[in-house]
């Protein structure tokens, strides 16, 4: 089946620093990909999103970009700021136009000391 | 626009019980899903609706319910709580069949 798999956390970094979060998927056909963000206390935010191979998504300052070559699609920014503190989920959306089912990685905590 | 709301917030139960929690998506959003969070399992599939029917169903036992309403509004129904049904439940909807999923705020559900 499908699935995603994300780099562990907890994810330390200070202000300012590089980020990136490694994901890949096992998907058959060709799924959406997206990044979602959640802060304390609340419910999921679309952070990106790629629907098709080699396509970047972009937001805030965050960017990833759809490798089918080898099925990742890692996150990144240039300089985190301490609000970017949160846990970041990748996910998968059903390929195949087979419905409205995304599948999610386990999530990536992200901790930015100022 | 508005969001995608959900109601209750909060919610606490007894085990035994039985709970309804209510979502209305986005204006003009035809499909509602339902994701249950928990620290152990993370980020789970529990069904999807589309016009009032129900198109995907994840892995979970028929102690979980859903249905929509013809005005798109959905609620999802937990009956014979058990302690392990602690958790967030999550609703997203999106415009129509491989569109973005828009998520809600969610509803914690403590069963003691």
């Not at chain 1, 070559?69 to 390929?95: I, R």
């Not at chain 2, 209510?22 to 609706?49: A, D, N």
């Not at chain 2, 029917?53 to 798109?72: A, M, V």
Request: proline share 4%.
């Amino acid at each position: 089946g499908d699935s995603v798999t994300q780099m562990e956390g907890p994810v330390t970094l200070s202000e300012e620093a590089c980020l990136t979060i490694n994901c890949t998927y096992t998907a058959t056909g060709y799924p959406s990909l997206f990044w979602y963000v959640q802060y304390p206390g609340e419910g999921l935010q679309l952070l990106l999103k790629a629907t098709k191979a080699d396509d970047k998504g972009s937001n805030k300052g965050f960017e990833a970009t759809y490798r089918k070559e080898t099925t990742s699609f890692h996150l990144e920014k240039g300089s985190v700021q301490v609000s970017d503190s949160a846990v970041y989920f990748c996910a998968l959306g059903s390929p195949n136009n087979a419905g409205n089912m995304l599948t999610f990685g386990g999530g990536t905590r992200l901790m930015v000391k100022p | 626009k508005a969001g995608v709301t959900q109601t209750p917030r909060y919610l606490i139960k007894t085990r035994g019980q039985q709970v309804t929690l209510s979502c209305s998506p986005i204006s003009g959003h035809r499909s509602v899903s339902w994701y249950q969070q928990t620290p152990g399992q993370g980020l789970q599939f529990l069904f999807e609706y589309f016009s009032e029917t129900q198109r995907n169903k994840g892995n979970f036992p028929g102690r979980f319910s859903g249905r929509q309403f013809s005005n798109s509004r959905s609620e999802m129904n937990v009956s014979t709580l058990e302690l392990g049904d602690s958790a967030l439940y999550l609703c997203a909807s999106s415009a129509g069949m491989g569109e973005t999923q828009y998520f809600g705020p969610g509803t914690r559900l403590l069963v003691l």
